[in-house]
């Protein structure tokens, strides 16, 4: 039996999470041969909500879970971790921008970046889920002096998933059709879901969709995603959001077989993107790291999508830059 490993979880109360720990307790992030210690972060009026979600985890007997912890420290809960997945922060509601919720967020990033610099592992790999995401990693990692820009994502695997569903359903394929998708950007309504290297069961998809659905109906679709789910659900995205973060992270681990995925990633200013912004691309993972694939020709269409979101993740940077050490 292999070692455990620490595995900690912010927000551990939260919607996203009822979903998301039972799956990382059952082997589906780090493997069934992977035994784990959970150690979940809450704020202090949520520790009694939390400790039902454990009661839980321990009601199913997982033969995984070696230990569980639970704090509202975030000192404790990051101590030696191995894979931090920052899920805790405030939702937006229906008529908001995830922008919007950057005041509210943002200093909870910088608080546990620094806990994660200062208390796990020196390889730590972080996934950052609260909104805004992109921005928040951005955060936590310029706070996170002991540790490399390449040590934390954004999650905007959510967004490749949504579009390649849509895309599936457009041609009448199944998921497992689609390769090569591409986000770009802002895990926002800026984003740029971008079908231009894309097959469909082996065909390339630009031959299969028209440009008016892909600039009228795909891309709008994908942006508002989540705000449609908001609508409908009155609470935002939960169950695919944990489906996602646990593909995000299991893919950083196990690799993409040659596959590409869409990750936040610190800017190294590849494709024109300004460096030092944490901004979505195409990246391939093996090894436990991952590398964007460089030298996709980018047409006009594409040029102008990607700078538009990278123009608003500017914006947030300087929104942010009182706690950008
Ligand atoms: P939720 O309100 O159900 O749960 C959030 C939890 O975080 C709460 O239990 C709250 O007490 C806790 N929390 C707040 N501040 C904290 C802190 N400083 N430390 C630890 N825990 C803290 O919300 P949810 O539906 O689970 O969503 C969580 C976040 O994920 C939101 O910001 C949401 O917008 C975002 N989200 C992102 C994506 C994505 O694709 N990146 C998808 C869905 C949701
Ligand atoms: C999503 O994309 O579903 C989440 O980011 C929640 C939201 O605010 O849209």
Redesign the pocket.
């Known amino acids: 039996m292999k070692a455990p490993v620490r595995v900690a979880v912010?927000?551990?109360?939260?919607?996203?999470?009822y979903s998301l720990l039972f799956r990382i307790a059952a082997g589906e992030m780090l493997g069934e041969d992977q035994p784990i210690i959970l150690q979940l972060?809450?704020?202090s009026?949520?520790l009694e909500?939390?400790n039902g979600t454990v009661m839980e985890l321990e009601d199913c007997a997982f033969p995984l879970v070696s230990k569980i912890i639970q704090t509202?420290d975030?000192n404790i809960a990051f101590k030696d971790a191995e894979f931090c997945i920052l899920?805790?922060?405030?939702?937006?509601g229906p008529g908001m921008e995830?922008s919007d919720?950057l005041e509210a967020?943002a200093q909870?990033f910088s608080?546990?970046g620094k806990a994660i610099s200062d208390n796990a592992d020196s390889n730590v790999k972080v996934l950052?889920?609260?909104?805004p995401?992109n921005t928040n990693a951005l955060i936590a990692c310029r706070n996170a002096p002991n540790l490399k820009p390449s040590q934390f994502t954004?999650?905007?695997?959510?967004?490749h998933n949504r579009a390649i569903a849509q895309l599936a359903q457009k041609c009448g394929y199944h998921n497992s059709d689609v390769s090569g998708l591409i986000i770009w950007g802002n895990?926002s309504a800026t984003q740029y879901p971008d079908i231009h290297h894309c097959t469909v069961a082996g065909q390339p998809a630009t031959d299969l969709v028209e440009v008016s659905w892909i600039v009228e109906n795909f891309i709008p679709t994908v942006q508002q995603r989540?705000a449609a789910i908001i609508k409908a659900r009155g609470?935002?995205?939960?169950a695919?959001?944990a489906n996602?973060a646990i593909e995000h992270m299991r893919d950083w681990v196990n690799g993409t077989n040659g596959g590409m995925v869409s990750m936040g990633i610190y800017s190294d200013g590849c494709y024109g993107v300004e460096e030092g912004l944490v901004f979505s691309f195409p990246v391939i993972c093996e090894g436990g790291s991952y590398s964007v694939v460089q030298g996709l020709p980018i047409n006009d269409l594409s040029q102008k999508l990607i700078k538009k979101t990278e123009v608003e993740l500017k914006e947030e940077k300087e929104g942010v830059s009182a706690l950008l050490p």
Not at 10 to 17: E, K, L, N, R, V
């Open positions: 912010t927000g551990a109360a939260g919607q996203i999470s972060l809450e704020i009026p949520a909500a939390l509202d975030p899920v805790g922060a405030r939702p937006r995830r919720l967020n909870i608080i546990q950052v889920v609260g909104n995401a954004a999650m905007t695997r959510l967004d895990h989540g609470l935002s995205s939960a695919s959001a996602a």
